[in-house]
């Protein structure tokens, strides 16, 4: 999507226009280690809203008693626990068995926007994201990789260890709007943070390539507010993400109709693909607390695997707006 420059405002060369946006990328790469400090305070929040809603199944770990029901052997009875009541009891185990989940950020140039309505831009919400996500998969016992970048881990230092492979790639991080070609494993889980704006045919195609590997998946559209209302008035300039092109609206105000119903129609397509694929779509704006889609991406991530081990304080189940 081209960004707007501002009422009748001169551009310069697509030289200066060039340097302009490979500055700003450079800047997050900058500002990688404070991203990463705001993800993991944004983790700690949402984790202490999460009351964890485990399961039982295989592993070491108690999780809690229940009565013997009829049919059951003989070998499941805590005769210890049994011995001071009336009723048999079996003690339960925590499920323990540890999901692969890979993450992805789109830190294209379109995802350098940011608009007089945010503070941030895309491609800064999209790794706060990621890394918080990472954090929080971690502590709940998960293996978490840079999708087609690292081998999944469950170390408690994924986060940094992520944030490090980024680093590594320095401008490749940066050349696809998609996510690279990598071999999922059956039943693991792939988590995309993006604008999705590339054309409807790119990101099906993307999508289902991954869906037909077996793998589920939760898409995050991360967008600038202007770029969901075209919050602007009168003549202005818009540039294309790689500043080579530009187009000037003589009364911006008389396209937003248009402009909305095509956005709108392009994210129908994508939850459309989701949906055929059981794969989850969330939206989120920038100018919105982070915490926000974390907090109901990890409740939709639970929802698919049957519940995460949270570790620390559980408190009551903190709301979170859809």
């Known amino acids: 999507m081209a960004s707007p420059t501002g009422q ?14 490979e500055r700003e990328a450079a ?13 993991d305070r944004i983790a700690s929040t949402v984790a202490h809203g999460i009351h964890g809603r485990r399961r039982a199944g295989p592993g070491e770990t108690f999780w809690q008693f229940r009565q013997y029901q009829p049919g059951e052997g003989a070998h499941l009875v805590d005769w210890r626990r049994s011995a001071s009541s009336h009723h048999l009891y079996v003690r ?7 999901h692969t989940i890979y993450v992805w ?5 379109s995802m350098n926007f940011k608009s007089h309505l945010s503070h941030v831009t895309k491609a800064e919400r999209a790794l706060v994201l990621m890394l918080g996500a990472t954090e929080l998969l971690v502590r709940g016992g998960e293996r978490v990789a840079l999708l087609g970048v690292t081998q999944p881990t469950a170390n408690r230092r994924a986060a940094q260890k992520l944030a490090e492979a980024l680093l590594m790639l320095g401008d490749k991080a940066g050349e696809n709007s998609e996510p690279p070609t990598s071999r999922l494993t059956r039943f693991s889980t792939v988590v995309l943070f993006s604008d999705f704006l590339d054309p409807i045919d790119k990101v099906r195609e993307t999508i289902e390539a991954m869906g037909s590997a077996g793998a589920n998946g939760h898409l995050v559209q991360i967008l600038d507010p202007a770029e969901e ?15 080579q092109s530009r187009w000037i609206a003589d009364r911006v105000e008389s396209l937003r109709d248009r402009y909305q119903a095509k956005l709108l129609a392009h994210r129908a397509a994508i939850q459309d693909i989701a949906h055929r694929l059981g794969w989850s779509f969330l939206v989120h704006h920038t100018d919105r607390p982070a915490s926000e889609p974390l907090l109901s991406l990890l409740m939709r991530l639970e929802g698919k695997s049957g519940g995460y081990r949270w570790m620390g304080t559980n408190t009551d189940t903190a709301g979170s707006r859809p």
């Open 8 to 21: 009748t405002k001169a551009t310069g060369t697509n030289g200066r226009q060039i340097l302009a946006l």
């Open 27 to 39: 800047s997050i790469v900058d500002r990688l280690p404070e991203l990463l400090m705001e993800a």
């Open 105 to 109: 950020p789109n830190m294209s140039r």
């Open 92 to 98: 339960e185990r925590e499920w323990e068995a540890a």
């Open 229 to 243: 209302t075209l919050a602007y008035a009168g003549r202005t300039e818009f540039l294309s993400p790689d500043g």
